[in-house]
């Protein structure tokens, strides 16, 4: 997070839930995974900017990617280093809205993944991330960004589950925006039930729990 209350909510946030349910396998990343998986290569180098729990860094390290994991909190990257079992090939604490961020990684990443990272920003800041993102990925590279839906039922509770920390949930088209000047190949919602079965291609991206959006 970019100013300091935010970056000593994140610690606090983090250090309260190193082992929870954030940290563990659910519906909606069992359903993340699953559109993952066929992006993914062996060596692909993969940043997770704003990695939280380090959970997906896991998931790409299970795939045979070089893996760089961001985060703005060093509790989130303590605990994302424990759940990669340190096997990252770098632990970055960055600023993603820093002027030389870009300028540092120059397209230097085939896949860049965030889930539970822009809604936390303003709108003038989500493009800024979105235009450095643009800049430091490959040049047949791929972004993967995962939001809440402003529709879904997680945001009557989210309130409650996660005190202090403040997002903005995204409609679909808002989320396409974000995008402008890419070739979006696959988006919509998923996670509509935590069940099995749930259907995700009917109503996920009305009232999925999160939407997504695969560009290039």
Excluded at 114 to 135: A, P, V
Aim: charged residues 25%.
């Amino acid at each position: 997070m970019k100013s300091q209350t935010k970056s000593e909510n994140w610690n606090q946030f983090w250090r309260h839930n190193a082992d929870s349910r954030f940290t563990r396998k659910s519906w909606s990343k069992i359903r993340i995974m699953t559109l993952l998986k066929p992006e993914l290569r062996p060596g692909m180098k993969v940043l997770d900017a704003g990695c939280g729990s380090g959970f997906f860094s896991r998931y790409f390290l299970s795939e045979g990617c070089e893996v760089y994991t961001l985060d703005y909190s060093e509790d989130a990257l303590e605990v994302a280093r424990k759940q990669t079992s340190g096997q990252s090939k770098a632990y970055l604490k960055e600023d993603l809205l820093r002027p030389d961020f870009a300028s540092r990684y120059p397209r230097a990443f085939d896949f860049i993944f965030t889930d539970g990272l822009l809604e936390h920003f303003s709108g003038e800041d989500q493009k800024t991330m979105m235009r450095h993102f643009r800049q430091v990925k490959s040049p047949a590279g791929l972004i993967a960004t995962f939001v809440p839906n402003r529709y879904s039922w997680w945001e009557v509770v989210r309130p409650l589950v996660m005190p202090g920390i403040h997002e903005e949930p995204f409609t679909l088209g808002q989320l396409e925006a974000l995008h402008e000047g890419m070739t979006i190949i696959k988006k919509g919602g998923l996670n509509v039930l935590p069940l099995r079965f749930s259907p995700d291609r009917l109503f996920g991206s009305r009232w999925g729990m999160l939407l997504y959006c695969f560009a290039r």
